[in-house]
């Protein structure tokens, strides 16, 4: 052993001074050995030093090993020092009793001084990787208390955001700051700074999609209900209808977007209600087809289930409703006139549903499918009549498929049409 090196420190306690002698000898080799021949002797060395580990005989007059061991084991700053009891004891039941008081393991006599070697060298081994895992764990509650004080700090900073009133290159430069804070912490907090700044990333996107895709269409219930208001007594008949009618499909765009955003809120804040019960599938899409049935009807569009009747799954029905409405709503969205559904099922090995909606329609591109599930990417696309989408359905599919233990995925070929699958437990 290099000398430079500080050794352990092993308390030998035993009345016998020849078993004193013989452990002393053989160990001080390799650890730095303190010697007491009774408990009453042990416990005034421990006032005064705080050794690795105890080598403890369990017979000895006045005190026996199982006292010392208790007085030991009530000190907060000897509690952890791993004990070895020494006896000539092999019965289970003093075997087992010294494990209670906190022994970590026994040797009978008459020794074998390599076993005794070994296990020393086994347990300081055990006691030194505990107080470093105890070190770490002290360094890992300071990074997270300086984590809890950089959250507090961009809390702060990004509510003096929210009500600032400054200009743009005022506000440019605050999120720079903000960033530049981010990138300061990044080297010792990078796990949990990735996560604070998607959640952030997010969260303005949210806020960005919210001002955006709900300005566009007020601003068009806002025009025409204006030439509703002015000229409303100069209108035909035919022209108030068509007015009417883009009013209303504009109110239902903006009723689904609301609809969205907020389902999806609450799934990111993780206040979602989520009660699963036994519900089947097929009553489900009968009742939106029902909904989408002037749609249907619009489009000369085929919309054909096979979901057998009495498949039931265990899952949340308003949020199965949710999935259902925004996947076959993309569906109609991008199939031609007289195009074709498709909504079939079926039970893999690992008792899980596999749904699949199918159509016919216009097909996504790879570059576009890549992104479909990124709410940082927010694609919104076109319909085949012109309709506008929230750019939040499949994302929202994907949290709330993935709620239930499932998951999403999209297979499409331009104008041949898109399938999207997700599966489902059958048992939750």
Not at 47 to 57: C, F, G, N, Q, R
Request: net charge negative; proline share 2%.
């Amino acid at each position: 052993m290099d000398n430079n090196i500080e050794k352990d420190i092993i308390l030998v306690v035993d009345d016998q001074p020849v078993n004193l002698k013989v452990v002393s000898t053989v160990l001080s080799k390799d650890y730095t050995i303190s010697i007491a021949d009774s408990g009453i002797k042990a416990l005034k060395i421990l006032e005064k030093m705080k050794p690795s580990l105890i080598l403890l005989d369990v017979m000895m007059p006045e005190m026996d090993g199982y006292e010392v061991i208790q007085k030991i084991k009530l000190q907060d700053d000897l509690k952890d020092i791993p004990v070895i009891f020494l006896t000539a004891k092999n019965d289970i039941e003093d075997v087992v009793r010294g494990f209670d008081f906190g022994a970590v393991d026994y040797i009978t006599k008459p020794f074998n001084m390599r076993e005794i070697a070994t296990r020393i060298k086994n347990h300081l081994g055990l006691f030194n990787a505990k107080k470093q895992i105890d070190l770490k764990n002290i360094e890992l509650a300071e990074s997270n208390r300086k984590l809890l004080e950089t959250q507090e700090e961009l809390k702060r900073r990004n509510e003096d955001l929210i009500f600032a009133h400054d200009s743009i290159e005022e506000y440019a430069f605050k999120v720079n700051q903000i960033n530049q804070k981010l990138s300061e912490s990044e080297a010792e907090l990078k796990i949990s700074n990735d996560e604070l700044l998607k959640s952030n990333r997010e969260k303005d996107k949210f806020f960005s999609i919210l001002a955006h895709d709900l300005k566009s269409p007020f601003t068009g219930l806002i025009g025409v209900l204006g030439l509703l208001n002015d000229d409303f007594d100069n209108l035909e008949a035919d022209d108030k209808r068509e007015m009417i009618s883009a009013l209303l499909q504009s109110t239902k765009n903006v009723h689904a977007l609301i609809e969205n955003l907020l389902e999806w809120s609450r799934v990111k804040r993780r206040v979602i209600r989520f009660y699963p019960i036994e519900i089947f599938p097929a009553q489900i899409v009968s009742s939106i087809k029902s909904v989408y049935r002037s749609q249907l009807t619009s489009k000369a569009i085929t919309l054909n289930s096979k979901i057998p009747e009495d498949l039931s799954i265990k899952a949340d029905n308003a949020i199965i409703n949710t999935i259902f409405r925004n996947l076959i709503s993309n569906s109609l969205k991008f199939c031609n006139a007289g195009g074709i559904i498709d909504i079939g099922c079926e039970v893999d090995d690992k008792g899980y549903c596999i749904f699949k909606i199918s159509d016919n329609g216009i097909g996504i591109t790879d570059n576009l499918k890549n992104k479909l599930f990124k709410i940082d990417e927010h694609i919104t696309s076109v319909g085949t009549f012109n309709e506008k989408g929230t750019g939040l359905g499949l994302i929202l599919c994907k949290e709330l498929i993935e709620l239930h233990q499932g998951k999403i995925w999209i297979e499409s070929e331009v104008e041949k049409g898109t399938t999207a699958f997700f599966t489902l437990p059958l048992i939750f």
